[in-house]
């Protein structure tokens, strides 16, 4: 491997963008889906952004100057000859649409799970709502997922309904619910909070 291209990629971890942060957090530390991400990794003559070799999976987060993209195009095509698949988000993407971003980069490791009942029918699937719960705040991210852990499978249905809901809220709202900064909406909620919190 080139020397200068280790260099470089050593100076890309450390100057990534708020968008490329934002993503690592979710894929470091085997967060999604179990598997292995690498960051600015040198790949032939290229350096991309997040690889995941077991997978053959390169994301590249990309800003403006990318559309339309020659070199891009170029360089993706190399890629898939060695056998990788290349997913491609705008900086803006990440930033505000994280979890269609990993759900699509999920999408790839597996089937989507079934729909939960408010969706449309289907069972709840375990290894969704253990997705949803990963949040960008770590405290959030740590309390749903012990709370995930000790009770979901022993919560009745009006409880999973309120959790799913829950869920659908934004990281800093939902923590100061569960802190309790901010007032629940409901009885059910409150309820659930008292779990979460207990845990």
Same mark, same amino acid.
């Given at each position: 491997?080139?020397?200068?291209?280790?260099?470089?990629? *050593?100076?890309?971890?450390?100057?990534? #963008?708020?968008?490329?942060?934002?993503?690592?957090?979710?894929?470091? %530390?085997? /967060?999604?889906? &179990?598997?292995?991400?690498?960051?600015?990794?040198?790949?032939?003559?290229?350096?991309?952004?997040?690889?995941?070799?077991?997978?053959?999976?390169?994301?590249?987060?990309?800003?403006?100057?990318?559309?339309?993209?020659?070199?891009?195009?170029?360089?993706? #095509?190399?890629?898939?000859?060695?056998?990788?698949?290349?997913? /491609?988000?705008?900086?803006?993407?990440?930033?505000?649409? #994280?979890?269609?971003?990993?759900?699509?980069?999920?999408?790839?490791?597996?089937?989507?799970?079934?729909?939960?009942?408010?969706?449309?029918? &289907?069972?709840?699937?375990?290894?969704?709502? /253990?997705?949803?719960?990963?949040?960008?705040?770590?405290?959030?991210?740590?309390?749903? &997922?012990?709370?995930? %852990?000790?009770?979901?499978?022993?919560?009745?249905?009006?409880? *999973?309904? #309120?959790?799913? %809901?829950?869920?659908?809220?934004?990281?800093?709202?939902?923590?100061?619910?569960?802190?309790?900064?901010?007032?629940?909406?409901?009885?059910?909620?409150?309820?659930?909070?008292? *779990?979460?919190? %207990?845990?």
């Amino acid at each position: 491997m080139n020397n200068n291209r280790q260099i470089f990629a *050593k100076e890309l971890r450390g100057n990534m #963008t708020d968008a490329e942060r934002l993503l690592w957090y979710h894929l470091r %530390a085997h /967060r999604l889906s &179990g598997m292995k991400f690498k960051r600015q990794q040198p790949l032939g003559d290229y350096i991309v952004d997040f690889v995941c070799f077991g997978a053959r999976l390169v994301i590249e987060v990309d800003g403006g100057q990318h559309l339309d993209n020659m070199q891009d195009q170029r360089r993706d #095509t190399w890629l898939r000859s060695q056998g990788f698949e290349v997913l /491609r988000f705008w900086n803006n993407e990440v930033l505000e649409q #994280t979890d269609a971003v990993l759900e699509r980069v999920l999408q790839f490791f597996s089937p989507s799970p079934p729909p939960l009942p408010h969706e449309g029918g &289907g069972d709840k699937s375990l290894q969704r709502v /253990r997705w949803r719960c990963r949040r960008g705040l770590l405290e959030l991210d740590i309390v749903l &997922g012990r709370f995930v %852990a000790a009770h979901y499978a022993r919560l009745d249905e009006a409880e *999973k309904h #309120t959790f799913d %809901a829950l869920l659908d809220m934004p990281d800093n709202p939902l923590w100061d619910m569960i802190s309790g900064k901010r007032e629940a909406a409901s009885g059910g909620q409150r309820a659930l909070l008292e *779990k979460i919190r %207990a845990v």
